[in-house]
């Protein structure tokens, strides 16, 4: 099943952030957008997943268009979103966010293998399992709000600058994670980046933006050149 963005503007009220994108993730595949701050990396994101809506065009997963559906419908359709905050709740324990993310899986023993098959994607969650989010380190709020998302056993996952503000441990760690994942779940992931590191490390595809344009898109070896993230970045 392909995820299928074409012609989409969007921005905020009557400020245009993002122009005339598109592109496809194919399940399996994985799609970096990057460029530097501003670029409208975020936007888009947002705008695919509904927090932000579109001035124009369409977004299908396979036959269903996800166009004009609100944030809430998308997300019970299998599209999820893990924004730059994390979006987690101090209180509440690493497990009871889980099993929050479970709220769309029917039957215990499913939920119970969804939450299984977080703490085999993110072993640091496993003993940390009764911690609070609130107490939890950088790195460690960032596996949860992923596992949060993954255990929704969704079709697309969306994630908005997974590696900002992680030491290197904790972005290798995250990076290993991610490519568990795409080796045993069978959906389409798109991940908005600044570290080309980690964009080169998983992503099979990239598009990378300026000024909410797109200045170039394709395969990452042959993309992530130094004449096109100098005219991305600088």
């Known amino acids: 099943m392909t995820f299928s963005v074409h012609g989409i503007h969007a921005g905020y009220g009557r400020i245009p952030v993002v122009h005339d994108l ?4 194919a399940a399996g595949g994985y799609l970096g ?11 888009l994101l947002k705008a695919l997943a509904g927090v932000v809506t579109p001035h124009a065009g369409t977004i299908r997963l ?25 979006e987690l709740f101090g209180e509440l ?35 940390l399992r009764r911690r609070a989010a609130g107490r939890l380190s950088g790195g ?24 900002l503000g992680l030491s290197p441990i904790a972005v290798s760690g995250l990076v290993e994670s991610l490519t568990r994942l795409a080796r045993t779940a069978d959906l389409a992931v798109v ?5 080309l590191t980690v964009v080169r490390e998983l992503c099979d595809d990239v598009l990378v933006l300026n000024l909410g344009r797109e200045v170039e898109r394709g395969p990452a070896a042959a993309v992530l050149t130094r004449t096109v993230i100098e005219n991305a970045f600088l």
Request: proline share 5%; glycine share 8%.
């Open 62 to 86: 396979g036959d269903e268009d996800f166009t004009g559906v609100p944030a809430w419908d998308r997300a019970r359709r299998g599209l999820a979103f893990v924004p730059e905050s994390r």
């Open 22 to 25: 598109g592109f496809e993730v």
């Open 93 to 127: 324990t690493v497990e009871e966010h889980l099993h929050a993310g479970c709220l769309r899986v029917r039957g215990r023993a499913k939920r119970a293998e969804r939450i299984e098959f977080a703490y085999e994607l993110f072993p640091v969650l496993r003993d």
């Open 140 to 163: 460690q709020q960032q596996s949860l709000a992923v596992a949060r998302a993954v255990v929704s056993q969704p079709r697309v996952l969306l994630l908005d600058e997974p590696s």
């Open 33 to 43: 957008i990057v460029g530097a701050n501003g670029a409208g990396k975020s936007t």
């Open 191 to 195: 991940i908005a980046e600044q570290s």
